[in-house]
């Protein structure tokens, strides 16, 4: 009976007003990412959106212990699931979720989503293992025609058929959040203290982005091309 469910889920296709339909009735609704601290960042924005657009339902987060100081205390989810303290199928075994987001798509993820019974699986169509995600969003990240926070937001675009501005989600830190502010060097001295993380992210945030007009968080602009050899002895 489980192998012929899973089979059913993994050849199962839904369309966009479908999903919007059961996204509209669910009760949990995840997202997940497992990679780095930028992309989280970059996440939150459909994390956010996705509680704004459907508060009736949990919305979950699930991505590593690592990320813990910039997901734990920020408001745009209900629950924090770390993969790295408990197995993903222990987790979507006792957080019974009907809808999953894969911002970026991990084909054993996904292939646990399907064992888990998960009804909307939401993922990239430009993948070997497209079929494991019953809504398929047709954005080729590789063409960079997208800031990475637009093309997460566009996943939900894909079911509502709205268009969506992603908004920065600020991170809410906290005297023990030292580690999130902590640059990754090997250079820096263990006595990190927690002052010293404040100012660095006030500093960060001098340098983020600028919010202004519209709120849409901008494509860093390029550096200027150095001039060649030549043109430097002219």
């Known amino acids: 009976a489980h192998g012929g469910c899973v089979v059913r889920c993994y050849f199962s296709r839904m369309t ?5 339909r ?6 949990s609704i995840g997202i997940i990412r497992t990679d780095r601290l930028g992309d989280m960042v970059c996440t939150l924005p459909l994390v956010q959106l996705v509680r704004n657009e459907f508060p009736d339902a949990q919305v979950h987060r699930i991505t590593r212990s690592y990320c813990a100081p ?4 920020t408001p745009a989810a209900h629950h924090v699931q770390y993969i790295d303290e408990r197995p993903l199928r222990d987790i979507l075994a006792a957080t019974p979720l ?3 987001f894969f911002p970026r798509p991990v084909a054993g993820e996904a292939w646990t989503a399907v064992r888990a019974g998960i009804p909307l699986r939401v993922g990239s169509a430009y993948r070997l293992y497209a079929p494991l995600f019953s809504l398929r969003v047709h954005d080729h990240r590789k063409e960079s025609r997208y800031h990475e ?3 997460n937001v566009r996943m939900l675009s894909a079911i509502t058929g709205k268009d969506y501005t992603p908004q920065l989600v600020r991170p809410v830190v906290q005297d023990a959040a030292r580690s999130a502010a902590r640059p990754g060097a090997a250079c820096v001295p263990a006595a990190w203290t927690a002052r010293n993380a404040a100012d660095s992210v006030r500093q960060r945030r001098r340098r983020a982005v600028d919010r202004t007009a519209s709120g849409r ?4 602009p390029r550096r200027p ?3 060649s050899g030549r043109q430097q002895g002219a």
């Open 22 to 27: 059961l996204l509209r009735s669910a009760r």
């Open 149 to 151: 926070a637009e093309y």
């Open 70 to 73: 910039l997901v734990r205390d």
């Open 217 to 220: 968080i901008p494509v860093a």
């Open 16 to 20: 966009a007003d479908a999903a919007h």
């Open 98 to 100: 009907d809808a999953l």
């Open 225 to 227: 091309e150095r001039p």
